[in-house]
């Protein structure tokens, strides 16, 4: 049976650490990660990703789905951008290979920081690699929201929470006033 790992919120110092680099991707050890995380988001529900150091672990793993229609109104960018759907998935080692010089601001929310959503700035589009829970590499060319949520995963891994990215304070605060003044 898998574990609910209860997620850390921002303020506890391990979100701000760096996660390192998972040495087996095949090892029970990381199996478990996996199979908690991902029990732990779908339990927590309308979400579309998490990263091992939210909670707690600091290894470099994320799980996240990319829908094709949102499944919060704080996603409601996916609809204009017409995003294929990837059903829960997991990235290990996950890497950043390039990304473009065009960048797109878009409204973020993280379980780490409830109730909250800021305007983030963000590569419209990224090539990434990673190894999924079979270990297999995978390597995808991305853009629009797609883009942004590996962007905001990868960024867990590194310490990085998307309020240090907000650039323009006016645009940052509760989930329901933002949701009835700017959407
Ligand atoms: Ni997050």
């Not at 390192?20 to 991707?25: A, G, K, M, R």
């Not at 050890?29 to 199979?35: D, P």
Request: overall charge negative; charged content about 20%.
């Amino acid at each position: 049976m898998p574990l609910f790992l209860t997620p850390l919120k921002m303020g506890n110092r391990i979100l701000l650490e760096k996660s390192e680099i998972v040495s087996d991707p095949l090892s029970t050890e990381t199996q478990e990660i996996i199979k908690n995380m991902l029990f732990t988001i779908q339990s927590i529900g309308e979400r579309v990703g998490l990263a091992a150091p939210q909670v707690g672990i600091l290894k470099r793993v994320i799980v996240y789905r990319v829908p094709a229609t949102p499944v919060n109104s704080r996603y409601n960018n996916i609809q204009m951008e017409s995003n294929v759907e990837i059903p829960w998935s997991v990235l290990i080692n996950p890497m950043i290979l390039s990304r473009d010089e065009d960048i797109t601001f878009g409204w973020e929310g993280c379980v780490s920081v409830p109730h909250i959503m800021g305007y983030v700035p963000r590569s419209n589009s990224i090539a990434y690699t990673g190894f999924d829970e079979n270990g297999v590499q995978v390597h995808r060319e991305v853009s629009g929201f797609h883009a942004r949520l590996i962007q905001h995963e990868i960024d867990h891994l590194d310490g990085i929470l998307f309020p240090m990215r907000v650039t323009d304070m006016s645009k940052f605060g509760f989930e329901d006033e933002i949701q009835n003044n700017f959407f």
